[in-house]
């Protein structure tokens, strides 16, 4: 079916630019995050001074593929690309590699609580509910 006839629903275009504005905030995050200061550090607990030096170069790069790669799926969503897919699904798995070594492995759960846990899994089913929406747009040939 070709695209340009295929008359999409109101709610896509709402969903869509609602996930834009989610992942951008994503990226404000990620810049949020990198970009921490010798004041804001200062701030912090010791705890979590310890915690954020704990972060390798790799974790910011996979932070950074995850968040921009979220938006630039939306972005092709809504252009109606279809490699809005595969790049929702690196972020998915990118979102998936840093909140699991922010977790789990950094040890950000002993710092902050359990509690602490409850946005990176929002973020996660966020981002693979956006690649199995995509999916879905593929099918329907709202996207190609």
């Known amino acids: 079916m070709n695209q340009n006839k295929t008359k999409l629903p109101v709610w896509f275009w709402i969903f869509t630019i609602?996930?834009?504005?989610?992942?951008l905030m994503g990226v404000a995050s990620f810049f949020a995050h990198t970009m921490v200061g010798e004041e804001q550090l200062q701030a912090m607990s010791e705890a979590e001074r310890n915690l954020y030096g704990q972060y390798p170069l790799w974790t910011k790069i996979v932070f950074a593929i995850a968040t921009f790669s979220g938006a630039l799926g939306c972005i092709a969503l809504l252009m109606r690309k279809k490699w809005a897919t595969p790049i929702l699904l690196?972020?998915?798995?990118?979102?998936?590699?840093?909140?699991?070594?922010?977790?789990?492995?950094?040890?950000?759960?002993?710092?902050?609580?359990?509690?602490?846990?409850?946005?990176?899994?929002?973020?996660?089913?966020?981002?693979?509910?956006?690649?199995?929406f995509s999916k879905h747009a593929e099918k329907r040939d709202w996207i190609s």
């Open 90 to 132: 690196i972020s998915f798995i990118t979102i998936c590699i840093q909140m699991g070594h922010s977790l789990f492995i950094a040890g950000a759960l002993e710092v902050y609580g359990a509690q602490h846990a409850i946005l990176p899994a929002v973020v996660a089913l966020v981002g693979l509910g956006l690649y199995f």
């Open 18 to 23: 609602v996930m834009l504005l989610w992942n």
